[in-house]
């Protein structure tokens, strides 16, 4: 995925993997820092001290050592540490990874700079579950969804995502419904759900041309489950909403 030509200051960065979400948020926090005319550059002194995790204008956040939850203490902190202006750079840039181990009170903290910050200020949540973030955080950043890795995915993952992806683009309503309901029986999680529309997504994308008319309507669905967080209720929320909004 390319880096956005105009950077804004809060993104949500989800999908692929967990290396691929770190590497772009690497390059994003270059581009931020960089000190090129052509961002990010990889060869000035920002960049390299970004590569180096040494620049003094970058934090990273993450769960304190033997914690599971990023607290509301470490975005507090986060907070008093924006309004300090940058050391040498241009911005200060905060990588909150995994955004989605913040509890509801630390989300809830980090609103405040999310919306009103500085604007030298810049946010990179990274998450392998959006839908666990609350929505009011996530309306406020701007979604950066990187493609699965299908060199890295199981074979079984991506069979099954390209065999849905079919059904869903030439199956009548009632093979499509049959499906869905096997597929919620099967009791996914928010993350393996998410994982496996993700890749019906991918496949998807390449084959428009083939399915004009429902393949665009399919990515529009699809999409909407990702905006509006419906892999957090649970599955069957998420497949009713695609069954409903594929068929209306």
Request: a negative charge; hydrophobic letters at 40%; one cysteine or more.
């Amino acid at each position: 995925m390319n880096i956005p030509e105009i950077l804004s200051h809060a993104y949500l960065i989800s999908g692929g993997s967990e290396e691929s979400r770190d590497a772009f948020a690497l390059r994003m926090t270059e581009a931020y820092l960089c000190e090129q005319e052509n961002a990010p550059c990889g060869r000035c002194r920002s960049c390299r001290k970004v590569a180096g995790k040494s620049h003094p204008d970058v934090t990273y956040v993450s769960p304190a050592e033997g914690k599971q939850e990023i607290s509301v203490e470490q975005i507090r902190t986060l907070r008093s540490d924006v309004y300090i202006r940058p050391n040498e750079g241009k911005r200060k840039v905060y990588v909150i990874h995994p955004a989605d181990s913040m509890n509801s009170a630390a989300q809830n903290a980090l609103l405040k700079v999310l919306e009103d910050g500085p604007a030298y200020a810049a946010f990179l949540l990274l998450t392998g579950a959006p839908g666990q973030l609350l929505d009011t955080v996530r309306s406020r950043c701007e979604a950066l969804v990187l493609p699965p890795e299908e060199d890295a995915a199981d074979p079984k993952k991506l069979e099954k995502a390209r065999a849905l992806a079919r059904l869903l683009l030439e199956g009548d309503e009632l093979s499509v419904a049959e499906a869905l309901v096997a597929l919620e029986l099967e009791k996914p999680n928010a993350a393996s759900l998410a994982e496996l529309l993700l890749l019906v997504e991918q496949w998807v994308t390449p084959h428009l041309s083939e399915y004009p008319r429902r393949g665009v309507r399919l990515l529009t669905v699809l999409k909407q489950c990702r905006d509006n967080n419906v892999y957090h209720p649970g599955p069957g929320h998420t497949l009713g909403r695609l069954m409903a909004e594929l068929f209306r």
